[in-house]
């Protein structure tokens, strides 16, 4: 069993930034590749970033690349989503995720570990 505690959500200006952070507890994290999903109200939940068991492979939606960064830190069990230039459309709650096995890694069923989320909020 993996817990999983998002944080670091709030209501924003478009154009700042946000860090979410991701804190795991439970087995071990470092075997567990961890993403980021989100939902706005009436959307369904899509994929944001990912990031493989070690740092060196990173995967990002088309709409948050070269905004958002995801990063981990297995020695202190947590995952990172940057998120810089906000803009109203990223307003969701947001849900780190964990997963094991090999495979595409950006696909909601890949997952069987969820946070309860984060709210995040970007006002024009």
């Known amino acids: 069993q993996v817990q999983l505690v998002e944080s670091g959500g709030g209501l924003v200006q478009a154009g700042v930034s946000l860090r979410l952070s991701c804190a795991a507890s439970?087995?071990?994290?470092?075997?567990?590749?961890m993403g980021w999903f989100r939902q706005a109200p009436g959307k369904e939940r899509e994929f944001v970033a990912a990031?493989?068991?070690?740092?060196?492979?990173?995967y990002y939606a088309d709409s948050v690349k070269g905004r958002f960064t995801i990063s981990r830190d297995n020695a202190d069990n947590t995952v990172y989503l940057q998120m810089n230039s906000l803009k109203p459309e990223d307003t969701a709650v947001y849900h780190c995720?964990?997963?094991?096995?090999?495979?595409?890694?950006?696909?909601?069923?890949?997952?069987?570990?969820w946070g309860q989320g984060t709210q995040v909020t970007v006002s024009s």
């Open positions: 995720a964990a997963g094991s096995g090999y495979g595409r890694i950006t696909t909601s069923n890949r997952y069987t570990y």
């Open positions: 439970g087995r071990s994290f470092s075997g567990y590749f």
């Open positions: 990031i493989g068991w070690s740092s060196g492979i990173t």
